[in-house]
């Protein structure tokens, strides 16, 4: 049974920094291109970063660009969210998500998912 661990978030104040992340269980991460999404209250989900199964391809929400970064250790296991320049807008819970394919900014394209991890941001 794969299984998806976020971990990572908490408050941070505007501008601030936070590095979330993603580890995965029961089977190699390498299999899998991998994904972060996040849900603000009151909102449907939505894409925030994803990359290829070896790390060669990344792509990312425009409201992102430039300040999130996403990358992958495919040893440890491990994907990370590393998020800059943070806005009040980020607050969100955060999901690790996984597919077997490629690399997609769809929500319903990934079959495996974290529980998720708190980002809150105060202006």
């Known amino acids: 049974q794969v299984q998806l661990v976020e971990s990572g978030g908490g408050l941070v104040q505007a501008g601030g920094s936070l590095r979330l992340s993603c580890t995965t269980s029961?089977?190699?991460?390498?299999?899998?291109?991998m994904g972060w999404f996040r849900q603000a209250p009151g909102k449907e989900r939505e894409f925030v970063a994803a990359i290829s199964r070896r790390g060669g391809s990344t792509i990312y929400a425009d409201s992102v660009k430039g300040r999130f970064t996403i990358s992958r250790d495919n040893v440890k296991n491990m994907v990370y969210l590393q998020m800059n320049s943070l806005k009040p807008e980020d607050t969100a819970v955060y999901y690790c998500?996984?597919?077997?394919?490629?690399?997609?900014?769809?929500?319903?394209?990934?079959?495996?998912w974290g529980q998720g991890t708190q980002v809150t941001v105060s202006s």
């Open positions: 029961g089977r190699t991460q390498g299999s899998y291109a």
């Open positions: 998500a996984a597919r077997l394919s490629g690399v997609v900014p769809t929500t319903t394209a990934y079959d495996l």
